[in-house]
């Protein structure tokens, strides 16, 4: 080292003492004690938040894993307090190394220093190696003594007062990790021996930033946090040996028969945390088995365990000849495989390693997401701009989601570019803004925000990109070559987590997207979810995959045409469904994603029409002070001129855009002392990854036999049904699910005539207002909605989600008027009297009649 590291080698020795100490008072002096200023307490809950969320990636993934936890306070808002097990989420190490001090079990010094060295300085080593890259970054390196070094500071963590290489003696984290290797053979790379040889460039990369120009200081800086992050995937090793071997221990998978559950324990709280960030479910169900529920921990389970957290490697940055084999594995334990570079991507079978490293763009925007909602958003646009998890061909080098939108040389990749940043408005830009919570969401919260910036990821710079690889592999498709871009273009479609066959929902890309629109809109290919119009992508990318191997170019050119208005018909159901919700209900998060979707087409519709592109931009609205949805109808007709001039076939939208009549929605009343409750807690069974407003989407009831003559239909009133009822959607199960929203199934009691009307049956009387004995009790319901239905437009359903509940989020209660009288309605002097009415609420209703008053459409119910 080229710095004073004394006193850090001093915290190494303190960690010795502890776990030599036989007393929790003496163990506890030495962990409050002071060298230099600093102690092993001060290493957590010395931290700062706007340091560290603005400098060290891998802090933020273990307290937004930790948070997330059954174990932190989550819930509520997106943004609560940040607590974790009664402790504030920043002093996560010092909460854990408090719980271990005072286990009911009793003091135990070697479990402690343990517990210390894997926590506080596990970590201190990684912050001390990102801030030699941020120092480099800003500058900071030029102004500082000479010949200091904060990569000095990271290895003075790891190594201590080590000496011997081949020592596994003493309290240094270097010595830690050797104990750990001897556990386990096969690995392609010994964890330490890689850590100081990066290290080593590490330092000599800090040295080298002094005297560098501006410029030549944030690329040498960027190269450094890249180096660190490498760094960091190789300290994780030993945290994942000794999680393997504690659990195997606890598990009776090896010879060791003591009680290991502490240690299982310890190693779940360091491990776990960075599944958190691509895989939630299985975060809770591992954290739930293995440190919730732990006196209920079932060694039968460990074969099913160790294949999940084999199968989860790519989240911890790590692979399978890092770890290497454990010395007591045998027949009985689950093999780890390493995954193909050219996997089967939702059907579509890849031929390139191209694709592989396009697929990791998931984790980037799961990170991301992730970093916005735990208020990191510097971390969150580093990552964005930079790259975290997708290599680049050069060493230490990172393709960014920023960088992969902009286009090859050619010129049909970049006209399109083009229309979405050279004009007046940098259409790109949404994309940052709501990363950072500028402009546009500068009011709205971290939840809002994080699920806008995933579907401007989606659908604009990942969009931009698939564009340019089907361009570039068309173009290829005489001279070879092109398997790169094709199936990088179908990996920037689905993504890594939505599985093998697409059967997952966890992804935030066009097939998540699909698939979420289809549940909401109800038009599924089959009860298992699959959306229609993803069948037809995954078929249209497997038959020009074929043209392309054949050299059929045109027949090449036409599936990229194809598979273009497919995304191109999801971002117009996107934008429909969104705009429509907002606009009904005044919703700001919906109003936010409709403004992402608006800014997905609008360069794409001007290309087409200027007109429609304009109506579109007048009335989706979202500006600094907030968001607004003005004449939805106007945006649908604008969408449908759309569909209609660039030939996307109606029945693959979901949405009503291609409808003659646009459904009408009148506004929702807020109930009287009741709030709109927005919920974050996370459930073991979501539909979607990220955090939703959206009550759960259920098929639509079965209709039961229709009669021989149909006597019900959908409309806005009882005299609009039998008015149009040769237009309006029969209904003859009497059930709401099959109208459009804003309309409700009426028993017309009439023959519908070729005139467009309804003809009397002869058998009842017509009536345009209902009867005052019905055969249910009937109240007047003040509700200027819609009745409750399941699906259909204006339904809650986020996109991107990261942790839906399995209830609605947004509970806004039913509500119903009881005037006070018999039939209903009272009068006074031939005046319709409402004063004795009250307010209650109501689980169920059927709606069985209606009648206006002074504009307003009332419903019995």
């Known amino acids: 080292p080229t710095s004073n590291v004394n006193h850090i080698v001093a915290l190494t020795d303190l960690v010795g003492f502890i776990e030599r100490s036989e007393s929790m008072s003496d163990g506890l002096i030495a962990y409050e004690a002071s060298a230099e200023g600093i102690s092993l307490k001060c290493l957590s809950i010395g931290s700062k938040w706007i340091h560290v969320t603005t400098t060290n990636p891998l802090y933020v993934i273990y307290m937004y894993g930790l948070w997330i936890s059954d174990e932190g306070d989550n819930d509520v808002d997106g943004y609560s307090n940040k607590m974790f097990d009664e402790g504030e989420i920043l002093n996560y190490g010092d909460t854990i190394v408090m719980d271990e001090f005072e286990k009911s079990s009793g003091y135990d010094g070697k479990l402690t220093g343990e517990t210390i060295r894997v926590t506080n300085m596990w970590m201190a080593t990684t912050t001390e190696m990102y801030r030699a890259a941020e120092s480099c970054r800003d500058g900071y390196d030029s102004n500082s003594p000479q010949g200091f070094n904060p990569v000095d500071f990271a290895a003075a963590f790891w190594f201590g007062?080590?000496?011997?290489?081949?020592?596994?003696?003493?309290?240094?984290?270097?010595?830690?990790?050797?104990?750990?290797?001897q556990e386990f053979t096969n690995q392609?790379?010994?964890?330490?021996a890689k850590i100081i040889s990066l290290l080593r460039k590490l330092q000599q990369s800090f040295a080298d930033c002094r005297g560098l120009s501006e410029d030549a200081r944030e690329v040498k800086g960027i190269e450094m946090k890249h180096a660190a992050t490498d760094i960091a995937r190789w300290m994780v090793v030993p945290l994942v040996q000794n999680f393997i071997h504690h659990l195997a221990a606890e598990s009776g998978m090896e010879e060791d028969e003591s009680d290991e559950r502490n240690r299982m324990v310890l190693y779940a709280l360091t491990v776990l945390p960075f599944i958190s960030i691509c895989d939630e479910d299985t975060f809770d169900d591992l954290f739930y088995d293995l440190v919730t529920d732990l006196d209920s921990y079932d060694s039968a389970t460990f074969t099913n365990r160790i294949e999940t957290l084999y199968s989860r490697f790519e989240c911890l940055g790590i692979?399978?000849?890092?770890?290497?084999?454990?010395i007591y594995s045998d027949e009985g334990w689950p093999e780890c495989i390493v995954p193909s570079t050219t996997k089967e991507i939702a059907g579509y079978l890849a031929t390139s390693d191209a694709s592989f490293q396009m697929l990791k763009f998931d984790l980037d925007i799961s990170t991301i997401f992730s970093f916005i909602v735990m208020e990191a958003s510097e971390a969150a646009l580093d990552i964005y701009e930079n790259g975290r998890n997708v290599k680049g061909d050069a060493p230490n080098s990172f393709i960014s989601l920023k960088t992969v939108s902009i286009p090859s040389s050619l010129p049909e990749a970049i006209v399109i570019y083009e229309d979405f940043t050279s004009g007046v408005v940098d259409y790109t830009s949404v994309t940052k803004n709501a990363i950072m919570g500028e402009e546009a969401f500068l009011w709205s919260s971290p939840l809002k925000n994080s699920a806008a910036a995933s579907l401007a990821i989606a659908t604009i710079d990942m969009h931009l990109s698939i564009l340019d690889d089907m361009h570039q592999a068309v173009n290829l498709c005489e001279t070879g070559g092109w398997e790169d871009n094709w199936d990088s273009a179908v990996a920037a479609v689905v993504g890594w987590t939505e599985g093998d066959d697409g059967s997952s929902v966890d992804g935030y890309l066009f097939f998540q997207l699909a698939e979420e629109l289809c549940a909401h809109f109800d038009n599924c290919e089959n009860d298992d979810g699959e959306s229609i119009i993803n069948n037809k992508l995954m078929a249209e990318f497997t038959k020009g995959q074929e043209s392309l191997k054949n050299k059929q170019c045109e027949e090449a050119e036409a599936s990229r045409q194809a598979i273009e208005r497919y995304l191109q018909a999801i971002l117009v159901d996107i934008l429909a469904y969104h705009s429509k919700f907002a606009h009904s209900n005044g919703d700001d998060r919906h109003c936010l994603?409709?403004?992402?979707?608006?800014?997905?087409?609008?360069?794409?519709i001007r290309r087409v029409s200027e007109p429609s592109a304009k109506t579109i931009e007048d009335n989706v609205v979202a500006t600094a002070l907030g968001c607004r949805v003005d004449d939805v109808e106007a945006v649908y007709m604008a969408l449908n001129d759309y569909v209609v001039a660039k030939i996307i076939d109606c029945s693959w939208l979901g949405s009503s855009v291609c409808k003659e009549t646009i459904p009408t929605f009148l506004p929702t009343p807020s109930p009287?002392?009741?709030?709109?409750?927005?919920?974050?807690?996370?459930?073991?069974?979501?539909?979607?990854?990220?955090?939703?407003?959206?009550?759960?989407i259920q098929k639509t009831p079965t209709a039961s036999p229709a009669p021989s003559i149909n006597l019900r239909y959908c409309?806005?009133?009882?005299?609009?049904?039998?008015?149009?009822?040769?237009?309006?959607?029969?209904?003859p199960d009497g059930r709401n699910d099959n109208c459009l929203r804003g309309q409700t199934c009426f028993s017309v009691q009439r023959i519908c005539d070729t005139e467009g009307s309804a003809t009397n049956l002869g058998i009842f009387s017509p009536s345009t207002s209902p009867t005052n004995t019905p055969t249910t009790p009937s109240t007047v319901s003040m509700i200027q909605t819609t009745p409750t239905n399941t699906g259909g437009e204006g339904t809650s359903m986020e996109s991107p989600t990261k942790k839906p509940t399995n209830k609605p989020i947004l509970q806004i209660p039913n509500w119903y008027y009881d005037f006070g009288t018999d039939d209903g309605v009272g009068e006074v002097d031939g005046v319709q009297n409402y004063s004795s009415a009250s307010l209650h609420s109501y689980s169920m209703a059927v709606v069985v009649g209606t009648i206006a008053v002074g504009g307003t459409l009332y419903l019995f119910v």
């Open 715 to 731: 409309g806005l009133s009882l005299g609009d049904a039998q008015n149009r009822c040769v237009k309006a959607i029969p209904c």
């Open 593 to 604: 994603l409709a403004h992402v979707a608006r800014n997905a087409l609008l360069p794409l």
């Open 319 to 326: 692979s399978c000849d890092m770890v290497g084999k454990s």
């Open 161 to 181: 007062s080590a000496q011997d290489a081949d020592s596994t003696d003493g309290g240094s984290l270097y010595a830690w990790a050797k104990r750990a290797e």
């Open 672 to 696: 009287p002392s009741k709030s709109l409750t927005l919920t974050f807690r996370p459930t073991s069974s979501p539909t979607s990854k990220k955090p939703t407003v959206a009550p759960t």
């Open 188 to 192: 392609s790379n010994g964890a330490n």
